[in-house]
């Protein structure tokens, strides 16, 4: 998933690379395969699509890639580091291990999981930092799609391997699904909050959730409130169980629920006040329904970047497996692992985001971009499953409300709310689990518990932030970088 400011038209363009189902299994065929259960498994064949990625490198490159560079040299980078190895850095040492861990408890369900130990363990051991990982069976790929281009991997001799690897394994999938693919180029969908834009891709990502919890927090004087105060983070919790009772009901691929009143009605400022009345500030709400169109209107594992040049444009770019590792299933001789992306469908017949041949599922990977009259303000991204939408929303309350800069915004505590109404079906019945950072502090925590919120300490599940500022005034980018996350701030 990517938004791309585009300098020269003062435009920004949204890119869904998101993969669909198979074509050719129905739910009926899905619901057999998962004898009977209402959910469908993070592991094994049956949670993998069609991988958008591949695709979505060269519509990026093709639309907006500098032609004084090839891909063959972009991908030249990638393929050295595979075949030579890197040494690996803590944070992703550390969860890659676990992953490892958690997936060797799940290996009968994993066809082939040897592939998998072959190409995410070194010589059968964990990984650890500073040892130095190679992947040679993935710089052959790459080497692969760089002589052959996009079509080497949709349509090429890579289709046939991973086709003949999915007979093997029983998933799904098949050749023409690959064949088939496409991304979809897309106008990202926007908000205001105070005197911000805020851009998001629409479903079936849950960037709207973001936008949502906007609409509802402009509601309240938040500046009123000490920062990190029990009153500041349950208002926002509030705000965000309400987005997220929506999130669960109407977010979904489009092309499979097509109502555009849908994605115009919850984006409605007046919408968003009345839910705003729904929030108490005296009591944690328990158990949240979605909200009811009234309107008479006309008839939406993660690495996070972000880059801007000389010329102005920048780029909000994210791509994930989805949990951990993906879905264990990794085709001989390929060095990669499929995503499990096919998890976040629904199995719950009339349900928006239930299972369907050659859809979509339900995304959490969200780029987001926010301009200020017009400019550029900043690229941005938290990585993290469900916190994404929270974290973006606690980065601009920092920002805005707050007037932190671009990094204090992200190094401040953050909250993390879970157990909540979801799109798989999931119901919130006890107002969901509360995590919190060391950085709020006991007497706020004790605050929050009278509040009627069940408090959960630190999880390590709290995202992971980058983002690039424009100066417009110094004429000068400002880059930030996550501290919870491996990753860095760089400038040449």
């Known amino acids: 998933m990517a938004i791309v400011w585009e300098p020269q038209n003062k435009t920004l363009h949204g890119l869904n690379a998101g993969g669909r189902s198979s074509h050719n299994v129905t739910y009926d065929q899905m619901m057999k395969n998962l004898n009977g259960s209402q959910f469908l498994p993070p592991y094994g064949p049956y949670p993998v699509n069609v991988p958008g990625c591949v695709d979505g490198w060269f519509q990026l490159y093709n639309r907006f890639g500098s032609k004084n560079l090839t891909m063959s040299q972009l991908l030249s980078y990638a393929i050295e580091y595979a075949t030579n190895g890197f040494p690996l850095t803590q944070i992703i040492a550390a969860t890659w291990s676990s992953n490892v861990v958690e997936l060797n408890r799940s290996r009968a369900a994993v066809p082939l999981f040897q592939n998998f130990l072959k190409t995410y363990t070194i010589n059968g051991s964990l990984v650890r930092e500073g040892l130095i990982f190679k992947n040679p ?17 949709y349509n090429g001799t890579l289709t046939d391997t991973m086709a003949e690897f999915f007979k093997e394994v029983g998933c799904c999938l098949t050749r023409q699904d690959f064949e088939t693919h496409y991304s979809t180029w897309e106008t990202p969908i926007n908000t205001t909050y105070r005197n911000y834009t805020v851009f998001e891709l629409q479903p079936n990502t849950q960037g709207l959730a973001t936008l949502q919890m906007l609409n509802i927090l402009e509601n309240f004087n938040l500046s009123s409130y000490r920062h990190n105060s029990a009153e500041f983070i349950h208002v926002s919790v509030e705000a965000k169980k309400l987005a997220w ?3 669960a009901k109407y977010y979904a691929d489009p092309l499979f629920f097509p109502d555009a009143s849908i994605l115009k009605w919850l984006l409605d400022k007046d919408y968003a006040k009345n839910r705003s009345k729904l929030i108490n500030m005296g009591e944690s709400m328990q158990t949240v329904q979605a909200g009811i169109n009234t309107h008479n209107l006309e008839k939406g594992d993660t690495i996070y970047m972000t880059t801007a040049d000389s010329s102005g444009m920048m780029v909000s770019f994210i791509q994930s497996n989805y949990q951990g590792l993906g879905s264990g299933l990794v085709p001989t001789g390929l060095g990669f692992c499929f995503q ?31 301009t200020k009259g017009g400019i550029p ?19 601009l309350l920092n920002m805005i409300d707050y007037k932190m800069d671009v990094q204090a915004a992200g190094d401040s505590a953050r909250w993390y709310h879970f157990n909540d109404n979801e799109p798989t079906g999931e119901v ?45 005034e110094n004429k000068a980018y400002h880059g930030a970088s996550e501290m919870r996350k491996d990753g860095q701030a760089a400038g040449w």
């Open 245 to 247: 009772a929506d999130r």
């Open 377 to 395: 303000y900043m690229s941005f991204g938290v990585m993290g499953g469900a916190m994404q939408p929270q974290g973006q929303v606690q980065i």
């Open 137 to 153: 069976d993935l710089a052959k790929t790459l080497q692969t799609i760089a002589n052959g281009g996009r079509d080497a991997f």
């Open 428 to 472: 919130m019945e006890n107002g969901g689990t509360l995590g919190v950072e060391s950085g709020i502090t006991l007497e706020v925590q004790n605050e929050l518990k009278a509040l009627g919120h069940k408090i959960s300490p630190a999880r390590g599940e709290y995202g992971g932030y980058q983002a690039i500022m424009w100066d417009d």
């Open 340 to 370: 499990d992306r096919g998890q976040l469908f629904s199995m719950f017949p009339n349900t928006s985001n239930v299972y369907a041949p050659g859809k979509r599922p339900f995304h959490t990977i969200i780029p987001a971009f926010v």
